[in-house]
Nanobody, 120 residues
């Protein structure tokens, strides 16, 4: 099994910044893509940003230029630097990892979520 533990959420005013971290642990053989999703009340979960093991990134249009995803493969950790935060960024943010625990297929693993609230 693979466990993902997020940290770094909180309250921030519009224009502020937060940095989310997500550390993967457990019986990890390899981690392919890692990413951040978010879910606001009454809305579907959506992709915010993703990064491959080679460092290629993908962002939702709504966060391009404001958020930066990065990862430390040696630490099995992914980060999300969020700048110029807006009230519409308020959501529960979930970490995701596409990982293997052996020579078999990969599976999606999820963290427990961390709340980000942007208030004015």
């Amino acid at each position: 099994q693979v466990q993902l533990v997020e940290s770094g959420g909180g309250l921030v005013q519009p224009g502020g910044s937060l940095r989310l971290s997500c550390a993967a642990s457990g019986s990890i053989f390899s981690i392919n893509a890692m990413g951040w999703y978010r879910q606001a009340p009454g809305k579907q979960r959506e992709l915010v940003a993703a990064i491959t093991s080679g460092g290629s990134t993908n962002y939702a249009d709504s966060v391009k230029g404001r958020f930066t995803i990065s990862r430390d493969n040696a630490k099995n950790t992914v980060y999300l630097q969020m700048n110029s935060l807006k009230p519409e960024d308020t959501a529960v943010y979930y970490c995701n990892a596409d990982a293997t625990t052996g020579w078999g297929p990969s599976y999606d693993y999820w963290g427990q979520g961390t709340q980000v609230t942007v208030y004015s």
